[in-house]
């Protein structure tokens, strides 16, 4: 998944990815396109990509995925 890596079998923040991660949120919620707001946050992604991106509910955390993001950054996100 990205932002993250397998750590002896334990899921772990890529800081790097992570960043793209909540460059790409950040930039959705300000108005972005989905497709721009990749490009923004320096990772080009198909628009389909990007979309899994924005929906997948693991990056406020879960049993096994470390928080990325706030619960209300999301919800902003995928309230658009």
Do not use: W
Request: proline letters at 2%; a positive charge.
């Amino acid at each position: 998944m990205y932002g993250y890596k397998i750590v002896n079998g334990t899921a772990v923040v890529d800081e790097q990815e992570a960043a793209v991660v909540i460059n790409i949120f950040n930039g959705y919620i300000s108005g972005m396109s989905l497709r721009d707001a990749a490009i923004n946050a320096g990772k080009p992604m198909v628009h389909s990509m990007v979309k899994r991106i924005i929906r997948n509910f693991c990056y406020v955390g879960d049993d096994f995925y470390p928080a990325i993001l706030s619960r209300q950054t999301f919800s902003k996100a995928n309230a658009e």
